[in-house]
């Protein structure tokens, strides 16, 4: 079933970026589903086969650690919810089927701060809710599934009147129909029938290069993995404890009844002695990463804390930074970020990959900087998965985030320091200037393909063929607000002549401002203006 739901929304991926409403490239919904339903397809092709409850926990831990964007986040809470449900179930009859996945929906309400209806919690609610009425009387789960696409498919339709973003652009929510055809996939698969893949290639998981290590980087050289029986009364601390100072890229995951380890070490057979205090073993994985670091060096960074292995200096507290292009990436590092991801636009980093650089930070704290409204939930996902203390400053742009790195007072508490953090940067307003990418409907207004567009605080403020005209607005709003400072990143292939021409324009605008040009070389805008 999972095989064929990564079929079936891989095929159809482009189809569901395109009802994106956003007429930018945004870590298009369609591609982050994709990559997060890929991530469970590949664990479970690496497992031996298990129990309906262990394939199912499997799959949704590797979903969680794998969600891309806000749409993947999502996806990956519906999965843990109805992996939770069948925990430790050998079987399920279609009445367990339809309560999985209500504990899925319930999951991804319960995870979602303020959750708005016309998106795909609507849908997988309405889903849901039909595969239980059906399930009371119809034993075929293919049958359940079924009747749970049909309510799907009529809450779809619906999405466009539900959401006023969505009936201004007249279109349904993309994520919505995403969660429909991995629904599909799965029903195929009850029935006997294979999805076939379409696409000539997978599609690339956006993970940073790490063939620059050697085997001689890897500290702790077994990458051990484990789960066993709840069977001691034991607190799960201690094993974190034994862990840490016996290596790296720990995490262990108490679920009351069963404990699930992570761990990079150099002693697995003294950890494996140790985990069988707790119950007996269930399943065991240990790889050598000298021997295979070109595929697996991606775990061999952590949060060291045996005194032999340990940075020189630990800190009180470090920073992971999301962001792209050279010069945006020097500013930050100037700044003092202590690991950046290179992502944002169109590359959606997962909470794997943002766990990673966490876990890589030499500190007990650390705080994440998103810097984009589609990367917050995935940085929120790594919260339970180590046991570091991470804040994550809900940071919607670069120069948000640069101004939330300004405002670090070292000698503040945790807290305090992260208040001031969010309080910068709701001081910084922010414009983005770029071509659109598809012919779209924003705001209400038609947009075309190749068209200039202006976007201030996220609303469209000016669109056409003159680029000019598109800058004159941004500077009028920035008038407005009688900034101090503007600053104005150039992204990738704009010319110093042209972004002279851009600064003398709002200088025009806002002479009291004092205007600096910095060649950010990021993608996807070709500025970024951010006036303080």
Known sequence: MIINAAAAIENHKQEVNELNVFPVPDGDTGTNMCLTIGAAERALAEMAPGTLGHTADVAAGALLRGARGNSGVILSLLFRGFARRL??????????????????????????????EGTILTVSRLAAGSAASTAETESDIGIVLEQALEAGYIALADTINQNPVLKKAG??????????????????????EEVKRITVAPEADGKADFTQFTAGDIKFVYCTEFMAERKSIKDTNRLRDFLDVRGDSVVVIDDDEMIKVHVHTNDPGAVLTEALTYGPLISVKIENMREQHSETAVGSAGSVTEESAVPEELKEFGTVVVCAGPGIEEVFRN???????TGGQTMNPSTEDILEKINATPSEVVYVLPNNKNIIMAAEQCLPLTVKRVVVIPTRSIPQGIS?????????????????????AKCVYTALVT??????VYDGIAIKEGEYLALFEDALVANGPDADMVIDAVASKFCELSPEFITIFTGEGIEEADAASVAKRLASAAPEAEIAVIQGGQPVYHYIISAE
């Open 87 to 116: 925990k430790d179930m050998d079987s399920a009859d279609a009445m367990e089927f339809a309560y999985a996945m209500a504990a899925g929906v319930d999951s991804a309400y319960k995870a979602v701060m303020k959750p708005a």
């Open 171 to 192: 279109v349904i929510d993309a994520g919505a129909k995403g969660y429909l055809y991995i629904l599909n996939g799965m029903l195929k698969a009850v029935r006997g």
């Open 335 to 341: 700044l003092g970020a202590d690991n950046i991801i």
């Open 404 to 424: 939330a790195m300004l405002a670090i007072d070292g000698t503040a508490g945790i807290e305090d320091r992260a208040g001031r953090m969010t309080k910068a």
């Open 435 to 440: 071509l659109a990418a598809r012919d779209s």
